[in-house]
T-cell receptor, first 108, second 114 residues
């Protein structure tokens, strides 16, 4: 079962940073935080993941609080193509349970 | 790399018929996962394999569903007999070594059972 809590929807202006929060207060020590997104009916797309430290790649940044009970996905300059459902998932790497995610709408 | 390949992309069948969905994982990946997505239930993990062996099938809804992985490059999900409530998008995903490695998803098979 999903162990994360995300807001059901968010809006973001095009060109601005999109900050997507995720609560995971029951996270275990060996669980990673993963972020995926799903555009329309395509297969979910991997964005980024981390264990304790903040992570950055070409798509996004992941900020994990020191107690690891919450995290934030940051899309630095949102575009219309970033409109999607974003999923925050905890996993040790063998099982990935998806919750309901956050539907992000980027507004022109 | 061609990514995870699923076939067919769309399947329409009548209630009671057998349905077989196919998946080719990314070469070298040793974990394979089957998911089902509906509006009501979201993305559900049905079953996953490690080195072609089923590890956890607790998400398989009932005995009408079965999955096999005869070799490292091919897996099937079979529904027999199919029912209208099986209508959904079925996704296959694969990963390498599982631990901390991300899943790579295929584009899914949209199944409609009439």
């Amino acid at each position: 079962d999903a162990k994360t809590t995300q807001p059901p929807s968010m809006d973001c202006a095009e060109g601005r940073a999109a900050n997507l929060p995720c609560n995971h207060s029951t996270i275990s020590g060996n669980e990673y935080v993963y972020w995926y997104r799903q555009i329309h009916s395509q297969g979910p797309q991997y964005i980024i993941h981390g264990l304790k430290n903040n992570e950055t790649n070409e798509m996004a940044s992941l900020i994990i609080t020191e107690d690891r009970k919450s995290s934030t996905l940051i899309l630095p300059h949102a575009t219309l193509r970033d409109t999607a459902v974003y999923y925050c998932i905890l996993s040790t790497g063998n099982q990935f349970y998806f919750g309901t995610g956050t539907s992000l709408t980027v507004i022109p | 790399d061609a990514g995870v390949i699923q076939s067919p992309r769309h399947e329409v069948t009548e209630m009671g018929q057998e349905v077989t969905l196919r998946c080719k994982p990314i070469s070298g990946h040793d974990y394979l996962f089957w998911y089902r997505q509906t509006m009501m239930r979201g993305l559900e993990l049905l079953i996953y394999f490690n080195n072609n062996v089923p590890i956890d099938d607790s998400g398989m809804p009932e005995d009408r569903f079965s999955a096999k992985m005869p070799n490292a490059s091919f897996s099937t999900l079979k529904i027999q007999p199919s029912e209208p409530r099986d209508s959904a998008v079925y996704f296959c995903a694969s990963s390498f070594h599982g631990n901390s490695s991300p899943l790579h998803f295929g584009n899914g098979t949209r199944l409609t059972v009439t």
